[in-house]
């Protein structure tokens, strides 16, 4: 609760979205700039989908709107299985509050700029103020020689929407990020593994987030049942 | 639209109803303001004859058209004074007719446009004064990134003043309590009504629709 005595910022200062993941809001004054398009990056098995379902939980939890677009053609029972596992997934979230949207159909079918309409108007019917895009790196695949363009037009119109959009990014095990989506967004988080083969312990590093003075370095991670992804400095 | 926001436009449209003349402070979040702004306007709409304004100084009009669009809210009435597409450069689809003005700084130019259209300017005025009926900033926090609080400020009183003395005139304030504290006490200051539409409003309200059904809700906020 604020009185006015602690009242005392008047200029505008930049809305935050929390991210859900415990340890991480520390580390960047509080949550992802609002609105901006956020990069999660990395190889197989890293956490991205965690990360991106925690993600709209939290928002979900506070009665926020969000869209869940998946490009791998899943159907929503087949992610559904898995996200359910987790602790802080509700059901009931799925029946309004976030939406889930296959585009992987018509990534096969549609031209670049039907696509783009595509999500436009599903953003404008839902107005999430989360949207989650897993895996965006599957569009560049199909598309070929329109993607870098196609991804210059997404991230524009992501930005003009009131949302923070995750995008996540699948990486060779050598690779940091897909540096065709890295110029264009707002903030890159990278999910990790080391190189010990026989405790392969996993990682989380912002490597960038616009108007935000982040914690640098790697920050171990932990991911389970009961909260999906934790930074584990936050015990401590 | 789903459930949700139709259970929150009839408890907004129920809550404004009982204050048909001047400001109303509305404590939302500041990542909710698109939504209620458009609830808002969706509410309005559903009231015949009751032109309005709508000023943009966040973004350039044409998304709130869009948005419009996309949830069969009828502009007819509506004229907008769009702050920031000249500003931006953002001038694409502005194909509808709205006000530009040159910057969101230069808003305190706005209250003295307004009185020209209600006196005797030479120009022909956007809209009939006497029948506006309600009026809109998209988000009233923006104008502190190009203006003093001191001016934003002035600006309200200014507003307020204007549209009051000239039309019953229903004028919604949208400030985040928790987010821009003095801001709010300033609104505060100028509103003796407030709505509440922060985060419990809203999460009781995804309950609410998920145990009623939303029908029964909306038919019986219905005038
Ligand atoms: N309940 C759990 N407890 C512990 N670890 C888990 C649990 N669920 C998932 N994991 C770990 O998280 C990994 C998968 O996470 P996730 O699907 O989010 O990764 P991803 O980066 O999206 O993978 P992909 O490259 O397949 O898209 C699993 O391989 C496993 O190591
Ligand atoms: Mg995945």
Redesign the interface.
Known sequence: MSTPDTCVRARAEIVRLTSGINGLDDSIEGGFPFPSVILVAGSAGTGKTTFAMKYLCEGAKKGEQCLYITTLSEPTQWMMRYAMQFDFMDPSYFDDQIVYMDLGDKLRTMKPNEILNVIDEKIAEVMPTRIVIDPLTVIGNMMGGDYRQFLFDLTNRLKNWNAVTVVTGEVQPNELYPTEIAYAVDGIILLLLSDEVVTRRKYVEVLKMRGTNHATGRQPIDISRREGIIVLKARF | M????LYLMAYLKDNLSAFDNGPVLLDVK??????VN?LLLKAFSSMPGRPGMFIAVD?PHH?ML??MG??QIDPQGLIFIDAISRFAADTKNSHSPANLLNAPSNIDSLPSAIRDWAGNSPHPAPMDLQRCRFAMIDNI??L??YNS?NNVEVFLQDFIDVLTSHARVQIPLLV??????????AARSLCPHEISVN?GI??S??LT??RNGIARIVDSNEV
């Open positions: 789903n459930e949700k926001d500041s990542t909710q303001f698109v939504r458009l973004r998304y869009h948005l996309m949830h926090s923006s502190l990134l609080f985040d309590k928790e987010r821009n504290c003095m801001l709010y006490e985060d809203l999460a309200m995804s629709s998920k």
